[in-house]
């Protein structure tokens, strides 16, 4: 089942921050989280694994609340280059796995001067 | 380092065209490979996976199959083309048979269809 991106997209000036959502209806392994700029591939972020946990890529970070099935992408004094769709794919909790995500719709992200 | 390749970039056919897509990544072996659609302004939509040669999953059904004919080539094939499969196609690939492991995209090909 696909998970569930908020907001559909955002406007920020150069500094501000922002927060991303993503939360599925069922019970996840792990949480990849993708950036595609205009016309381009999808480019790999992060993974996260365990619940709770929190990791980070430059300004970029995210956390994994297991518990709740969610996870947030945090962007702090962002910057023109983070513009673009991000993306959370998702693998569910089930037992092995068949190495495929599910991803979500996406949250356009745009940063102006 | 690991790299993926995938052609052409761009594709202009008329329905009822056959079509074939093709994706390659060196570097690495037994990966797992993946075809996407991305309809304009929308989200990834899996066509297929694979796991190993001659392995296919479908995930949508469609006029689209895909095939696996060597350990690090994927190839997306339709017989007619329809209207509805304009799109992005993307193709990637991740560590084969382990979890936790990013997925690496090609640049994808832009296919319109009149």
């Known amino acids: 089942q696909q998970p569930v991106q908020s907001p559909q997209a955002v406007i920020l000036r150069e500094g501000e921050d922002a927060v991303i959502n993503c939360s599925s209806s069922?019970?996840?392994?792990?949480v990849h989280w993708y950036r595609q700029k205009h016309g381009e591939a999808p480019v790999f972020l992060m993974i996260l694994l365990k619940g709770g946990e929190q990791k980070g890529h430059e300004k970029i970070s995210a956390s994994f609340n297991e518990k709740k099935q969610q996870s947030s992408l945090y962007l702090t004094a962002s910057q023109l280059s983070y513009s673009g769709t991000y993306f959370c794919?998702?693998?569910?909790?089930?037992?092995?796995?068949?190495?495929?995500?599910?991803f979500g719709k996406g949250t356009l992200l745009t940063v102006n001067p | 380092s690991q790299t993926i390749h995938q052609w052409p970039a761009t594709l202009v056919q008329p329905v009822g065209s056959p079509l074939s897509l093709e994706c390659t990544v060196e570097?690495?072996?037994?990966?797992?490979l993946y075809w996407y659609r991305q309809a304009a302004g929308r989200g990834l939509q899996l066509l297929f996976y694979s796991v190993g040669i001659g392995q296919i999953s479908s995930e949508v059904p469609q006029n689209l199959s895909a095939s696996r004919p060597q350990d690090r080539q994927f190839i997306l094939s339709s017989k007619k083309l329809l209207l509805s499969d304009s799109g992005f196609y993307l193709c990637a690939w991740s560590r084969g048979r382990m979890r936790n492991q990013p997925q690496h995209f090609g640049d994808g090909t832009r296919l319109s269809i009149l």
């Open positions: 794919g998702t693998e569910p909790n089930s037992g092995g796995s068949n190495y495929k995500l599910t």
């Open positions: 570097g690495t072996s037994n990966p797992n």
């Open positions: 069922k019970a996840l392994y792990s």
